[in-house]
Nanobody, 121 residues
């Protein structure tokens, strides 16, 4: 499956952005999806994950209650709505896919190209 992330940009602290990740596969509904991010000089870190039917989600503590992951299987797209943005959210954000539930980067086989999110204070 090929993934294309979009929606990044510049936001002020307290603002919002919505990232999208479009998948090429018509079998998108069979992939568990995740979002990760990587700041300069840091390791890639988990942000959020969602299961096949979107009734189970999981978040990193750092984004809980601020970010919401969702998916639209009819559109082959996963989203992350990011509210109350903080400067520490500045990073390249990546979407990822695999055929089982996972919350670590090493467990995902398929990755999008990343989209830059920059939050100014």
């Amino acid at each position: 499956v090929q993934l294309q992330a979009s929606g990044g940009g510049l936001a002020q602290a307290g603002g919002s952005l919505r990232l999208s990740c479009a998948a090429s596969a018509r079998t998108f509904r069979w992939y568990y999806m995740g979002w990760f991010r990587q700041a300069p000089g840091k390791e890639r870190e988990f942000v959020a994950a969602i299961n096949l039917s979107a009734d189970t989600t999981y978040y990193a503590d750092s984004v809980k209650d601020r970010f919401t992951i969702s998916r639209d299987n009819a559109k082959n797209t996963v989203y992350v709505q990011m509210n109350s943005l903080k400067p520490e959210d500045t990073a390249v954000h990546y979407c990822a896919a695999d055929s089982y539930w996972a919350t670590t980067a090493s467990e995902y086989r398929y990755w999008g190209q990343g989209t830059q999110v920059t939050v100014s204070s």
